[in-house]
Structure formats: C-alpha cells, structure tokens
C-alpha cells in the first residue's frame, strides 16, 4: 500500500504565498516522477509543475512559470510547491502526484493525493 498525504492548502489574499508539502509512504522501491495538478470548479485537472530525476529535472504550467517553485527531498519522499504572487485564478484543488515503483523490476504505479484546497481572495 501506498500513501500521498497532502498538506499546507489554504485562504490567502492575492499577492500571498503558500506552501503545499506531500509525503509518499508503504512500499517504495523508487519514484521516478512526482508533481502537482490543479483542478479549478467546471474545469479540467491541469499539470502545475512536475519534477523528476533526469537532465531535465523540473517542468511548469506557463500560467505559474516565475511564481511557483517544486522540489523534493528523495531520502524523505516528498515533494513541495511553493506557490508565490499569488493569483485568483490560482484557485483550485491541488493534487499531489507520484509515479512510485514500488519494488526492483516493477513497472511504475500512477498515486494521487486526497487534493488540498487553495483559495486566493481578490
């Protein structure tokens, strides 16, 4: 079994900042991809910011590029989003994500967070 435990969601004004943290936990061999998507009322999930290990560590959404920055700590197994100038149109439920093998020589398993909500105030 698996775990994404998502934390730092919240209310804050426009110009704000917040952090969202998530721990993967149970059997894992190895996470190759870990990320965060977003989910706005009457809209489609999006993909934030992904980070993986490779040449071309870190991707992002154009709409958050200069503003929000991911990270991971991999002896920990999580990753972070912060999230900075903050925007109403940031508001959204955020999901973490992690593509996690969970033993040597298996395929990797798509793992998703429970989604944290993150409301910016205009």
């Known amino acids: 079994q698996v775990q994404l435990v998502e934390s730092g969601g919240g209310l804050v004004q426009a110009g704000g900042s917040l952090r969202l943290s998530c721990a993967a936990s149970g059997s894992i061999f190895s996470i190759p991809a870990m990320g965060w998507y977003r989910q706005a009322p009457g809209k489609q999930r999006e993909l934030v910011a992904s980070?993986?290990?490779?040449?071309?560590?870190?991707n992002y959404a154009d709409s958050v590029k200069g503003r929000f920055t991911i990270s991971r700590d991999n002896a920990k197994n999580t990753v972070s989003l912060q999230m900075n100038s903050l925007k109403p149109e940031d508001t959204a439920v955020y999901y973490c994500?992690?593509?996690?093998?969970?033993?040597?020589?298996?395929?990797?398993?798509?793992?998703w967070g429970q989604g944290t909500q993150v409301t910016v105030s205009s």
């Open positions: 980070i993986i290990k490779g040449a071309r560590p870190t």
């Open positions: 994500y992690a593509d996690i093998v969970p033993a040597r020589g298996l395929v990797p398993v798509d793992y």
